[in-house]
């Protein structure tokens, strides 16, 4: 005999249980019924479309805190409200015209794929600082990756391109008779998209130097504002090596974007980070010499044989360089703020208060409870919205909500439930900027 423990309910009572259960949800919806609606251009004191992106309309109080660095700092508990940042770099290899100075052409696209690949695995792994000894500084996100870029109408340029150039292929480091690190003639004669495109020019010393026994041809490099130069023994390292040697660039090649992103060499007084201590660089490794093992840094701002920790000081300073509008260096940043990608509409849910430039890449909503604060230039994705759900409150202090691409979006949606409405304050000229007309809405 076996048990039955199902218990048998009669079919009319199944048909009453179910019309309850219809009953009752239909009366909590009308009770919570969330009403919304979009706020009118004056609600909003909507300005004019009428300013291209970087113009001073969108500038803030260039005292408060939109232009300090510290501002920029990631908030790690809210890292979601800082998407990743693409900077698009292409890269050249030049070479002799005999093509014996360089990795081979043949080879030149799978070792620039392995090493941009590393150049990012560097940024995606910060370091926790050597420096100072016992050190608590926090490790951040750099927030920050190379996309390597061609010209957009020419779907076979990869952003990969090979030079053979006996007068500008080499470079001599400086401090020598012929030194030409300063020198612009290969970016100038073949850079692309310079404005836009961080150019990436890797180049042989040049043979005579190399052959001097005063010459050392080490890794090194040069930024010189919209491009960089890195020399190395290219040739020489690829045939010991040439699975492997691309690891040995990371450090030197992210050491000049640095410098591309405003950030002064970090062993003394003068980089603007507490976060750096000053030291008297001169320790290669920690093994290099006695007391090394104390004093060698890993900064990506030192000279050392690992260059693979950003301090959040430094990171806030490239944050806010690829931030504000009017540095050369967001011009390098792929824009993918311009068009909402879903996977990144933001929800708010406590107390925020957002001290820097945003750019967000989704619709933003404001949770019942939650408050946040903009202080500064906030860009909205093409047709996006935000909306304030009831009981939340949205405060542009002093801020803007603006569209960084030149386009419009939809503007900002208030939800109602029962006599609690979503709340939108507007106060120290805070404004709102490039919302579609309210026609039709
Ligand atoms: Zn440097």
Redesign the pocket.
Known sequence: MTRNNNISISPLFGVLVVLLIIISVACSNSLRRVQARYLTDIEMGVLPTSFESGTSDIRTDVKGPCYQNESYEVDTNRLVDYPMRYVRINIHWMNSEDSLQSIPEAEARAYTLRLVDAMNYALRNNKKMFLPPRNTTPVHPTNFRYVLTGRPDDPEDDGIYYHYDDSLYYYVHYRKKDSNLYDRGAIEKYGVQLDTVLNLFMMPHQPDSVASPTYSAGRVGV?LRNALKVAAKWKQDFEKDPKKCHWRYRGVIN??VG?IMGLS?AWGRSDGCDDTPVHPNRCWSKNSRPGCDTMASNNV?DYTSVQLAWTPCQISRVQRSLSDPRRRQRKFLEPRWCVRNPELDLLIEDEVVWNCMHDLHGNLTIAPGARLTIKCRTSVPQDGTITIQAGGELIIDGGALHQDCGGTWEGVVVEKVGELEGKLTMINSGRILDVLPDEGL
């Open positions: 930024a050491h000049e410098h060499h701002m």
